[in-house]
Nanobody, 125 residues
Framework: VQLQASGGGLVQPGGSLRLSCAAS????????MSWFREAPGKGREWVSF????????PYADSVNGRFTISRDNAKNVLYLQMNSLKPEDTAVYYC???????????????????WGQGTQVTVSS
């Protein structure tokens, strides 16, 4: 069972990146998913969530309107499209899967069963 995050890199402010999170050993279609991020010296911050069917996609205020979460259950992949990137978006981004997370606890890391290894996003000129 593994989640593999990819797509990170160095981008200038205002630029875009698309992160992917591929699952192996299990079907993402049975799991709700979130993206988190962790900046140097800070705790792990919840970014966005998508339910199994893709119909519920809340975002952190800091990324709302700039980031879009999506999933392709047929391909077993989760995505995060990041536009209008800012230096404060610099962090390691993690995907996480859960079958038991509740709406009031989307940001609670202990509610997630599987985590990807993280992909570095650096926004700098």
């Amino acid at each position: 069972v593994q989640l593999q995050a990819s797509g990170g890199g160095l981008v200038q402010p205002g630029g875009s990146l698309r992160l992917s999170c591929a699952a192996s050993g299990f079907s993402l279609s049975n799991y709700d998913m979130s993206w988190f991020r962790e900046a140097p010296g800070k705790g792990r911050e919840w970014v966005s969530f998508i339910n199994v069917y893709g119909g519920y996609t809340p975002y952190a205020d800091s990324v709302n309107g700039r980031f879009t979460i999506s999933r392709d259950n047929a391909k077993n992949v989760l995505y995060l499209q990041m536009n209008s990137l800012k230096p404060e978006d610099t962090a390691v981004y993690y995907c996480a899967a859960s079958q038991r997370v509740i709406t009031s606890a989307l940001a609670t890391t202990s509610m997630y069963d599987y985590w990807g290894q993280g992909t570095q996003v650096t926004v700098s000129s």
